[in-house]
C-alpha cells in the first residue's frame, strides 16, 4: 500500500515568507507526528496528532510553527515569517497509534530559507 | 530528558564484515526503541523495532538487541554489502507519563561498505 507521502519535496523561500508543508499519513494511521532534521541539531520531534485529542505542540521551537491536521488524517505544518535558522529537512511519520507500533516517515520536505 | 549517544559516529569496512553499531540511552522508561536507515537525501527506513519486553529482534541479516536496564541497545550486521552504506539510526519511544511516544534520536552512524 501507499506509505507516507509529503509536499512539496522541496521549497525555497525568502526570508519572511510563510510556508506550507503537507503530510498524507499511511490510511488507517491514527497517530501522526513531524520531526525535523537540521545539520546542526539532528532530528528532533516537533509536534504530535493522536486521533481527537489535543496535540502534543512541546517540540515546536516557536510561535511561528503551528500545524493542524484535518479529518484525522492530512496535516499541514505553517512556518510564518520563515527565518534562516528554519531551513531544514522536515519529516512526517505516522503509526497505528501511539506507544508500541512502528513510525512510518515520509520523504520530507527540504527547506531552503534565503 | 531522554539523551541518546550512537557510537561510532562513522564506520568504514570491506565488505563481508560483521557489524556491530552501539547506542545508548539515559532514561530506561521506554516503550520500544527503533532502529531506522536513511539513505542521502532521504527520509527514514525503519529497520526493527524491539518492543521494551523483548531482548532482541532479528531481520535477515540485521539483529537487534535490547537491555532496557542499562540503556543499550547494540544492531549488529552480518555479512555487510556495499548495499548497507547509510546511516543508521537509533531512536527509543519514550513511556513516561505524558509522553505521545514521540522519538529521540541519536545523531546517528554513518557507515561505508566497500566492495
Known amino acids: 500500500g501507499a506509505g507516507v507521502s509529503q509536499s512539496p519535496s522541496n521549497k525555497v523561500t525568502e526570508k519572511g515568507k510563510d510556508v506550507e508543508l503537507r503530510c498524507d499519513p499511511i490510511?488507517?494511521?491514527?497517530?501522526l507526528y513531524w520531526y525535523r532534521q537540521s545539520l546542526g541539531q539532528g532530528l528532533e520531534f516537533l509536534i504530535y496528532f493522536q486521533g481527537n485529542s489535543a496535540p502534543d505542540k512541546s517540540g515546536l521551537p516557536s510561535d511561528r510553527f503551528s500545524a493542524e491536521r484535518t479529518g484525522g488524517s492530512v496535516s499541514t505544518l505553517t512556518i510564518q515569517r520563515t527565518q534562516q535558522e528554519d531551513s531544514a529537512v522536515y519529516l512526517c511519520?505516522?503509526?497505528?497509534?501511539?506507544?508500541?507500533?512502528?513510525?512510518?516517515f515520509g520523504p520530507g520536505t527540504r527547506l531552503l530559507v534565503l | 530528558k531522554q539523551e541518546v549517544t550512537q557510537i561510532p559516529a562513522a564506520l568504514s569496512v570491506p565488505e563481508g564484515e560483521n557489524l556491530v553499531l552501539n547506542c545508548s540511552f539515559t532514561?530506561?522508561?521506554?516503550?520500544?526503541l527503533q532502529w531506522f536507515r536513511q539513505d542521502p537525501g532521504k527520509g527514514l527506513t525503519s529497520l526493527l523495532l524491539i518492543q521494551s519486553s523483548q531482548r532482541e529482534q532479528t531481520s535477515g541479516r540485521l539483529n537487534a538487541s535490547l537491555d532496557k536496564s542499562s540503556g543499550r541497545s547494540t544492531l549488529y550486521i552480518a555479512a555487510s554489502q556495499p548495499g548497507d552504506s547509510a546511516t543508521y539510526l537509533c531512536a527509543p519511544q519514550c513511556s513516561f507519563s505524558g509522553n505521545t511516544g514521540k522519538l529521540i534520536f541519536g545523531q546517528g552512524t554513518t557507515l561505508q561498505v566497500k566492495p
Open positions: 511519520a505516522s503509526s497505528l497509534e501511539e506507544g508500541l507500533w512502528t513510525q512510518y
Open positions: 532514561d530506561s522508561a521506554i516503550y520500544n
Open positions: 490510511s488507517g494511521h491514527t497517530a
